[in-house]
T-cell receptor
Framework: EAGVAQSPRYKIIEKRQSVAFWCNPI?????LYWYQQILGQGPKLLIQ????????DSQLPKDRFSAERLKGVDSTLKIQPAKLEDSAVYLC??????????????FGPGTRLTVL | AQSVTQLGSHVSVSEGALVLLRCNYS??????LFWYVQYPNQGLQLLLK??????LVKGINGFEAEFKKSETSFHLTKPSAHMSDAAEYFC???????????FGRGTQLTVWP
């Protein structure tokens, strides 16, 4: 079974530029998550999709971050304009179902973003 | 609200020694608890999870964790460390609503030969 795919793996940009990340979840997984992991910290949820609808985006800085999941499959996360503090690893995860519970979230390898 | 505290950002053990990584949680509802491992330049991989079926949970690679409600703890142990266990370990908690996971800050495990 193929895992969660993410691209690119690494990205270096200058502040005020824009950047986009792509995620393809495990086939059949209804729920997709984007996390931000700053160096030395645990992952923090940015946004959660159930199929192509947003379940939780309370921690997403909406003035500069946006995300979409068209057709309920793959997803893109965009930052425009980027700030120095956006330097982090952006992790995508997927799971079979939501509504809490013990369903496992499967993580992709992440995209390491460096903002200069 | 849920939160996780991982005591000790760095733990070092000798190969063959006991591994103990500490995790305390706070949750206003019966929690689901998880331990994930992250190897360099990789995503997170699930080690084990507590779902209220049993307080002692066995996971992959010889790891296990015990849920102690009275102590609000979910410590991760392995009887004998191996060099390949060197990685960062994250404890996470989820309440019964939505699917949000709250992660701790992580513990970096170093294994000395």
């Amino acid at each position: 079974e193929a895992g969660v795919a993410q691209s690119p793996r690494y990205k270096i940009i200058e502040k005020r530029q824009s950047v986009a990340f792509w995620c393809n979840p495990i086939s059949g997984h209804a729920t997709l998550y984007w996390y931000q992991q700053i160096l030395g910290q645990g992952p923090k949820l940015l946004i959660q999709f159930q199929n192509n609808g947003v379940v939780d985006d309370s921690q997403l800085p909406k003035d500069r971050f946006s995300a979409e999941r068209l057709k309920g499959v793959d997803s893109t996360l965009k930052i425009q304009p980027a700030k120095l503090e956006d330097s982090a690893v952006y992790l995508c995860a997927s799971s079979l179902q939501t509504s809490g519970g013990a369903d496992t979230q499967y993580f992709g390898p992440g995209t390491r973003l460096t903002v200069l | 609200a849920q939160s996780v505290t991982q005591l000790g950002s760095h733990v070092s053990v000798s190969e063959g020694a006991l591994v103990l990584l500490r995790c305390n949680y706070s949750s206003s509802v019966p929690p689901y608890l998880f331990w994930y491992v992250q190897y360099p330049n990789q995503g997170l991989q699930l080690l084990l999870k507590y779902t209220s079926a049993a307080t002692l949970v066995k996971g992959i690679n010889g790891f296990e964790a015990e849920f102690k409600k009275s102590e609000t703890s979910f410590h991760l142990t392995k009887p004998s460390a191996h060099m390949s266990d060197a990685a960062e370990y994250f404890c996470a908690v989820r309440g019964s609503t939505l699917g949000r996971l709250y992660f701790g800050r992580g513990t970096q495990l170093t294994v000395w030969p």
